[in-house]
């Protein structure tokens, strides 16, 4: 076997956290930075897994039995615990799937910190499903409880409605330009968030679910249609204080950024991932201000986001 190699782009969920997962319509775009996952031929009938960082640094290794997909060394058991579970939820859908017992070598580098949540454990699922030859999404309901849209993303080029309901999901890439995409930008809070966690918070939170997703659906629709800096900051804030209410969590910028002059929302699990800043301000006095809050990392909206193509849209029964 050549090696061959796969590809997985980032996400970004801006519209519809938490709500997603009841079937909410969403707005999501895939980021530049994603993941690569390149397969090569190895010696023995072991499965041998590096990951390495955006600096090129390796940050976990395994050797993985490919008879029953138990781990013979890892330097994390938890990751491989993780890997062994995509492994064997791939072999469900594909049984020819590393049925030879040959040897590979997998090596998997982010284009992204690993602590951003950017979609590190979803760009695996997703260029893992391409080597298996097997839907993505089959395998990531497999193994996650999560709603999808991150696979979604990990192969579109633009931003995206996503929805999924108990028998399909659907999503449509959009070319979503509310006219202020300049003044869009993201920060990062330096506190990586566990989406298992946060779905497991939100199951036993949240009341009301069907009013929530109507609601969040709404205002998706829209940011979306809307097309002035004035309504999408308006539709930013009011989303924040719906998910607020549901999770009965305080307001990011309540918390911390009580004194900006903009709108900032927060974005996938709430307490510590990037967040969505929109203002008049400049770059220069964007990062000013964020800076010496303590936080170094701004991102503007056309540098997280990856180049624009022509759309697609996608409707999968499950």
Excluded at 29 to 58: C, F, K, V
Excluded at 233 to 255: G, N, R
Aim: glycine share 8%.
């Amino acid at each position: 076997m050549s090696k061959k190699k796969f590809h997985g782009k980032g996400k970004l969920l801006l519209f519809g956290e938490y709500a997603v997962l009841d079937g909410a319509k969403s707005l999501a775009i895939p980021t530049a930075r994603g993941q690569s996952m390149e397969i090569r031929p190895h010696r023995g009938s072991d499965l041998i897994w590096e990951n390495y960082n955006e600096d090129g640094e390796l940050w976990f290794e395994a050797q993985i039995s490919l008879y029953d997909f138990s781990s013979i060394r890892t330097s994390d058991d938890d990751v491989s615990a993780f890997i062994q579970k995509i492994l064997k939820g791939a072999v469900r859908f594909n049984t020819e799937f590393l049925n030879n017992w040959n040897g590979f070598k997998v090596i998997n580098r982010l284009e992204f910190p690993v602590g951003w949540g950017l979609g590190s454990s979803s760009t695996v699922i997703y260029n893992l499903a391409q080597w298996a030859g097997i839907n993505p999404f089959y395998l990531h309901f497999q193994v996650s409880n999560g709603s999808g849209y991150d696979i979604a993303c990990a192969n579109a080029e633009n931003p995206l409605i996503y929805q999924s309901t108990e028998d399909e999901l659907n999503y449509t890439e959009i070319d979503f330009n509310p006219g202020c995409l300049d003044q869009i930008y993201f920060v990062y809070l330096g506190n990586k968030q566990s989406s298992e966690k946060a779905i497991r918070y939100y199951g036993k939170t949240i009341k009301g679910r069907k009013q929530l997703v109507k609601d969040i659906s709404q205002l998706t629709v829209s940011a979306i249609d809307c097309n002035h800096q004035t309504d999408l900051a308006k539709i930013m804030d009011e989303h924040e204080s719906v998910i607020s209410t549901a999770l009965k969590m305080p307001k990011v910028k309540d918390q911390r950024f009580s004194d900006f002059n903009g709108s900032i929302k927060s974005l996938g699990a709430w307490g510590g991932d990037f967040i969505m800043v929109l203002s008049d301000m400049s770059l220069g006095e964007i990062n000013t201000y964020f800076n010496n809050k303590g936080y170094d990392i701004v991102i503007r909206y056309n540098d997280m986001l990856t180049s624009m193509h022509p759309v697609k849209s996608v409707s999968l029964a499950i």
